[in-house]
């Protein structure tokens, strides 16, 4: 592969998303011809780089003839929920070694006298040498330069393949953390290497020595794993670099993305918003929530003006927080392969165990015996079970209903029917909550946002969701089950830079303010400059993560340019403070802890309206329709109609209820709704009752 190769960002594009169960592809020609080809085929979970080439020999285009392919994987995050992670070693401060261990003294259950939580290193990998710098930056004991030596040494030979340098306020003063890697790098045979400054400089040991053992901790498994997918890529006749998704929804080198692997954790997720932002802006809509149903979990986000929020607060689960920027997305157990059963008490359960890709649902003919909400949509004639993709041995729709009248419904007094249908209405409900949490919960109100619907089963809950929360508008894009493939295809390059300050709003300097963004502005076009393609135009977000002082958590305030004045500094964080809690503190000073600086390389725009092709579209509306047949709404069997997503006029609009049915998703239309068609072939669905 030619590394050195730059590249425009036109030509032939592909996007590749690794999901749970399905790998999603589609490939986009932008140089002319206009040609649109798309996959999904299902995810190989022994080795994901299998699922990539299945896709893109789907789609029987020459992998000479592409330009760019960019790649979401869930390698890193699939490693560090499941804890299959490298053996790492850590090199802390002496006396500092059970920092990412202690935490914060929270709790992994709010009641009970016991917990077990894993520490990402154990505490025999976790060794301490003798020095110690001040939060001021001061050098209090220096640098044991032998002990560093030794301490690389006994985890070799503890089996350690890769290691941390975490040393107290090394973000106030990186001088010993850099000694040390470089005393470490003189001894490691590999270039597993992490130091905690790099990665994350800013105060907080917990966190920073915690992104920092993720980091260490997956970088060999995706350094392992784009090597395999690039010699894949390469023996097809791909000679150029391909680029990965990272979770702050830009992209990165495959060649520099193991640098930093701990970025690229909820990168599926990320592309998806991305995507979603890309789309609705297109189709005039700012503010918008997210809604990602797949097959093993649901991913909710919010955008307000047109922006995905990205928060470097992230904890991905307890006491795993990876503080390095990422689009804040809200996950819940929750997807179409999500089990139903019912428990002790004899109350209807859904998720968060999943079916997944393998045996999958009962209705995939794969051996699954377990009812899912993938067989309680199609028990409910919601899903046409004559189209169901990746099914081995079709499964009578009898067979699938009688598994729900004996493991569910026998048990409470339900048929088979009713059984789904109750699994269906807990599974929007959960879902539902999902989304109250990146809005409610964050002071923001459902009504003033629309539901984009994507993902290979979003479409078909999010008219019930949002009847659930009273959200007005529900879009659901041309292409919903492969939309985060899509957010590869449309997404910028993105590098985010954050720094600790960690003063008194009141004791800023101002100068020392503006310089520092100038400096991460400045580190941002660097790296973009190395990148494999030339962005359009760069942009630069600047923003603030403050508190008053004697609190703990952050609140993180735009910055309208990086000439800010301590004034202006505190107003903007008071109004940001009112906005999230409706309280106004203003007898107390503001605590200025980071600055944050993201600069982002725009790539030209894709056209939307090609996803659908355009020459299959009939005049009328009878035209699309396929069929009638039963449908169950809120207890009721409803003759309702069926229509092809990919024959519906431009300027169709028609009532629920209705189905519409097309390759990668099938949309529920409720009672009530009433469904318009735009330039792009978004459906945008106006929820009544």
């Not at 910055?559 to 107390?588: G, T």
């Amino acid at each position: 592969m030619n590394e050195n190769a730059a590249m425009s960002s036109g030509g032939v594009v592909t996007g590749i998303d690794v999901g749970g169960t399905f790998t999603d592809l589609l490939l986009i020609d932008s140089s002319g011809n206009g040609q649109i080809r798309l996959a999904k085929v299902p995810t190989t979970v022994e080795n994901q780089a299998f699922g990539v080439i299945a896709a893109l020999d789907e789609t029987r285009v020459s992998l000479a003839d592409i330009d760019l392919i960019v790649h979401g994987t869930t390698t890193t995050t699939n490693a560090v929920l499941e804890r299959r992670l490298a053996r790492t070693g850590m090199i802390t401060t002496a006396g500092f070694r059970d920092v990412i261990e202690l935490g914060r003294r929270t709790r992994p259950q709010a009641y009970g006298m016991t917990g077990i939580f894993v520490p990402v290193i154990p505490r025999d990998l976790r060794l301490e040498v003798p020095e110690r710098m001040e939060a001021s930056g001061k050098v209090r004991i220096s640098l044991d330069e032998e002990a560093v030596a030794e301490a690389a040494r006994d985890l070799l030979a503890k089996g350690c393949v890769s290691v941390v340098i975490h040393f107290l306020h090394a973000y106030a003063n990186p001088a010993h953390e850099q000694r040390a890697a470089e005393i470490v790098r003189a001894i490691w045979p590999n270039e597993h290497v992490t130091t905690g400054h790099s990665l994350l400089s800013e105060a907080r040991e917990f966190e920073r020595g915690v992104t920092a053992a993720v980091n260490a901790s997956v970088q060999p498994i995706l350094k392992r794993y784009v090597a395999r997918l690039a010699g894949e890529l390469s023996a097809r006749g791909y000679a150029r670099d391909f680029l990965v998704m990272n979770g702050n929804g830009g992209m990165i080198s495959a060649r520099f993305v193991a640098d930093e692997a701990a970025k690229t954790v909820m990168s599926g997720p990320a592309s998806g918003v991305m995507a979603a932002a890309y789309t609705a802006r297109r189709a005039s809509f700012a503010n918008i929530v997210t809604y990602d149903m797949g097959g093993t979990s649901t991913d909710v986000a919010l955008i307000r003006d047109g922006q995905p929020s990205v928060s470097n607060e992230i904890e991905i689960e307890y006491a795993m927080p990876i503080h390095v920027p990422m689009v804040d997305v809200h996950t819940v157990g929750a997807g179409g392969g999500s089990i139903a059963r019912l428990d002790e008490a004899g109350l209807i359960k859904v998720g968060p165990e999943s079916a997944g890709a393998t045996p999958g649902p009962i209705c995939y003919g794969r051996g699954g015996t377990e009812p899912t909400l993938s067989d309680a949509n199609l028990v409910l004639g919601r899903l046409n079970r004559k189209k169901l993709l990746a099914v081995d041995n079709p499964v009578a729709l009898e067979t699938v209903e009688q598994i729900f009248a004996d493991k569910i419904g026998n048990g409470i007094g339900l048929d088979g029917v009713a059984a789904a249908g109750a699994v269906l209405k807990l599974g929007n409900l959960k879902m539902a909550g999902a989304v109250r949490m990146v809005s409610v919960a964050k002071g923001r109100d459902p009504r003033d946002f629309a539901l984009f619907a994507f993902g290979g089963a979003g479409p078909l809950h999010a008219c019930a969701i949002a009847r659930e929360l009273s959200i007005p508008k529900v879009i659901v894009p041309a292409r919903p089950g492969i939309t985060n493939a899509l957010g590869c295809v449309v997404a910028d390059l993105r590098h985010d830079f954050v720094r600790t300050v960690n003063r008194p709003v009141a004791d800023v300097d101002e100068a020392a303010l503006t310089d520092l963004l100038a400096a991460q502005a400045a580190e941002g076009e660097k790296l973009i400059a190395k990148e494999a393609i030339r962005p359009k135009a760069l942009r630069f977000i600047h923003s603030a993560d403050m508190q008053f002082v004697g609190q703990t958590h952050l609140i993180n305030v735009p910055l309208p340019s990086r000439e800010i004045r301590r004034a202006e500094l505190q107003a903007l964080f008071e109004q940001a403070y009112f906005a999230r809690f409706r309280v106004e503190l203003p007898e107390i000073r503001a605590n200025l802890v980071n600055l944050n600086t993201s600069v982002i390389g725009e790539r030209p725009d894709i056209d939307l309206s090609t996803l659908i092709d355009p020459s299959g579209r009939q005049a009328t509306l009878d035209a699309a329709l396929i069929e009638r047949r039963p449908v169950w709404f809120d207890g009721a069997w409803i003759d309702t109609p069926v229509y092809a997503r990919e024959k519906l006029p431009l300027d169709a609009t028609f009532p629920g209820p209705a189905i519409i049915e097309q390759f990668d998703a099938t949309t529920v239309v409720e009672p009530n709704d009433h469904v318009t068609t735009d330039r792009d072939g978004n459906l945008i669905i106006e929820v009544g009752g």
